[in-house]
């Protein structure tokens, strides 16, 4: 009989005895392996220094693009921190417990427990976002991802002092591509267990332009059930204990800091977000063009809200390839464009006009 224990989860793989195998040989295979899981002062089961989980070769994860290449079309707009301290092949994530005391590896980030992770950034410049990159890693998958699906939404202040979501929500996947980030989170009294493959997930943040100003991200992410997680690795900076001012949202909608669970100190969390800076003009375009439906079926409508004088529109696929060019000079407040042609996938069309040009992206499903 095995005995409850209290905040713990106790699972026993297999235990295997095998005697009669070949008339001369006695052949015993005995695997036995012990997950232990605490549960922090927030109520969040999170990722602590203590378990160690065996490696399973299977993912859920089949119909999301699986690369680990950073940003999604446009310049790196803003770093939050970096995801890994030790730069290598492969990179390492060390969580300091035997030099600072630490205990986090990594904290829940998960849909399906209704909890969430923020952080705030500040653009110094009005600024087209097209694409954020995540991290989180699946105790117990190999390097391949098991991520299938992000969230995120833009509150325009501390979500815990007033502030609103402007932008996004929890319900709707945004995920591009997803893979390895070449790193692993480990410990310092367990440096060589790899079973923590850090995993980089790309947001799509069609329609996201902010002015300048202090803003704050929020997300949550879904996995392969097969494993433990997701978790949110914290930035990791050799002999700092405190990184960052991170929140995370529990089940309940309380909002707390993210802290380490060995020190007390708070956290900040890895991202980056990429996209266009952009100028009076390009700025006007933006906020004034609108593409619908998006995603898109048969056609797209460009809306031309302030009949800003257009000269073309360039759809490329995500290879960067020149799909198509159409006409706008003779466009009045709306042009339709006929899509049904196009395979399924992630286009970009860029609309001009006489001075400046902005860049958006569609859907063709």
């Given at each position: ?296 079926q048969s056609d797209i ?39 049904s042609t196009l395979a ?22």
């Amino acid at each position: 009989m095995i005995a409850s224990i209290p905040n713990a989860k106790l699972i026993i793989i297999c235990y295997l005895r095998h005697k009669k195998v070949m008339k001369k040989i006695n052949y015993y295979l005995l695997l036995f392996v012990t997950v232990l899981f605490f549960v922090n002062a927030t109520g969040q089961n999170d990722d602590l220094s203590d378990p160690t989980i065996p490696i399973v070769e299977t993912s859920t994860n089949a119909t999301i693009p699986n690369t680990a290449t950073r940003g999604g079309g446009g310049s790196l707009i803003y770093d939050n921190g970096p995801h890994f301290n030790i730069a290598g092949s492969p990179n390492i994530s060390l969580l300091q417990n035997e030099t600072l005391g630490m205990n986090t590896l990594g904290y829940r980030v998960d849909l399906s427990d209704e909890n969430s992770m923020a952080d705030d950034f500040t653009l110094d410049e009005d600024t087209e976002i097209t694409s954020i990159d995540l991290y989180c890693h699946q105790t117990g998958a190999s390097d391949v991802s098991t991520i299938t699906a992000v969230y995120v939404q833009i509150w325009d202040g501390n979500p815990t002092t007033g502030g609103t979501v402007i932008w996004g929500d929890l319900t709707t996947n945004i995920i591009e591509t997803t893979g390895w980030s070449d790193t692993y989170r480990v410990s310092e009294d367990f440096p060589l267990i790899t079973l923590r493959a850090i995993f980089i997930t790309r947001a799509v943040t069609e329609g996201l332009s902010l002015t300048a100003g202090t803003y704050w991200l929020e997300w949550t992410s879904e996995g392969d059930p097969t494993y433990l997680g997701p978790y949110q690795p914290p930035i990791a900076i050799l002999g700092q204990a405190a990184t960052g001012n991170a929140l995370r949202r529990n089940d309940t909608g309380t909002w707390r800091t993210v802290l380490d669970s060995g020190t007390g100190d708070p956290q900040g969390l890895p991202f980056q977000l990429y996209g266009n800076t952009l100028g009076v003009d390009e700025n006007t375009l933006n906020t004034q063009i609108i593409i619908f439906p998006n995603p898109a079926q048969s056609d797209i409508t460009i809306s031309n809200t302030s009949n800003i004088s257009l000269e073309r529109a360039d759809i490329y696929n995500v290879e960067g390839k020149l799909i198509n060019t159409v006409d706008l000079s003779e466009m009045t407040s709306q042009k339709t464009i006929d899509v049904s042609t196009l395979a399924k996938g992630l286009y970009m069309i860029t609309i001009s006009s006489e001075s400046s040009s902005i860049t958006k992206r569609f859907i063709k499903k």
